[in-house]
């Protein structure tokens, strides 16, 4: 791989835009094609379901066999509530290659003491959504606060930007009033559906520690659907 | 924790910014129980050291091996390893798949 070719895919990644890299096995001939570009491209049509769907790996085209390195955006996890499962969720999130930011507006829960080494914002989510990149496919939102105030219009914004994941914590009765003001909110019934309450799977999680483990394990499993649907 | 397939692209950056001589090996086609997925990353700079994994660490000595003539003569190659029953414990898969693994130097 040529290090111009290289360093461009790392600034794309950080950048959260997808890229493909073509390299052909042969000759170790190469070209980078963004995803604006790909109209453009002989390979038009099977790079733009490449883009769709995430997935490195060889295509035969003019004789030649081509393998095709898909970069999409990294994962991320946006935990709304600075409170104690998102102090054992963030470790855990990092450790499985999610980027992880916290939004809380309020001050005394979110503290860099409480929230080392991650992205920490004392906002309210509006604001706070402002300043990271956009809500997109790749990121999951889980809402721990129990705050209708600040969960809700995170939540909001989860499901307008079709967020992979979206969880909410609260009993069933909680999530009942809450799909009634989402409902009022204007988002439609599918929407709603969306969402993962109560949070989490169903491992009879007691400890914060153990409700952040159901609740990655639930993002993990919603992020590799696709894996999990596949002939073994 | 160097460990992540973005981590091992942007160390691979500054490996050969650092004036390493450096072989990136990607994992391009699988069959069967394949211990990593199309699209994994190893690398491999001129002293042997390396960082990440295209087999789970069976064949990875191999790759490794390889991976110097890469840096030396700047040509990329494919290599495949599969299961033979007698060689599954030496350079093989013991998991029973197979693996082709593209290994091309970063220059």
Redesign the interface.
Do not use: H, Q
């Given at each position: 791989?040529?290090?111009d070719i290289?360093?461009e895919?790392?600034r794309e990644?950080a950048a959260r835009r997808a890229v493909i890299l073509v390299?052909d096995?042969a000759?170790?001939a190469q070209r980078l094609v963004r995803e604006a570009e790909v109209e453009a491209d002989p390979l038009a049509s099977e790079l733009s379901a490449r883009f769709r769907s995430g997935?490195?790996?060889?295509v035969e085209a003019e004789g030649r066999s081509l393998?095709l390195?898909?970069q999409v955006p990294?994962p991320r996890l946006v935990v709304i509530g600075a409170v104690h499962i998102s102090q054992a969720l963030a470790p855990m999130a990092k450790?499985t290659?999610l980027d992880v930011a916290i939004i809380d507006p309020r001050t005394a829960f979110a503290t860099p003491e409480r929230f080392p080494d991650v992205t920490l914002l004392a906002l309210w989510p509006d604001d706070a959504l402002a300043q990271l990149p956009p809500l997109d496919r790749y990121t999951a939102v889980a809402a721990l606060t129990h705050d209708p105030k600040i969960d809700d219009p995170a939540l909001v914004a989860a499901l307008k930007a079709e967020c992979f994941y979206v969880g909410a914590l609260g009993s069933r009765k909680t999530h009942g009033r809450r799909v009634e003001r989402l409902t009022e909110a204007g988002l439609s019934d599918e929407q709603i559906g969306r969402i993962a309450a109560p949070i989490g799977l169903d491992i009879g999680a007691v400890s914060p520690a153990e409700i952040a483990v159901s609740v990655l394990a639930q993002v993990i499993a919603a992020l590799r659907r696709d894996r999990r649907r596949a002939p073994a | 924790?160097l460990s992540?397939d973005?981590d091992i692209?942007?160390t691979?950056?500054s490996w050969?910014?650092a004036g390493r001589g450096v072989a990136?090996a990607?994992v391009?086609?699988t069959w069967g129980s394949a211990p990593r997925p199309?699209?994994s990353h190893l690398i491999i700079d001129e002293e042997g050291n390396f960082l990440g994994s295209v087999s789970g660490g069976c064949v990875e000595g191999a790759v490794i091996a390889e991976a110097a003539d890469v840096i030396e003569d700047g040509?990329?190659r494919?290599l495949e390893f599969g299961v033979a029953d007698e060689t599954a414990w030496r350079v093989g898969l013991s998991c029973g798949g197979r693996i082709r693994v593209?290994v091309?130097?970063?220059?």
């Open positions: 791989m040529r290090l290289l360093r895919m790392n990644r390299t096995t000759d170790g997935k490195s790996g060889i393998f390195t898909v990294p450790a290659e | 924790m992540t973005t692209l942007a691979a950056e050969r910014e990136l990607t391009i086609e199309v699209g040509k990329p494919v593209l091309e130097p970063v220059a």
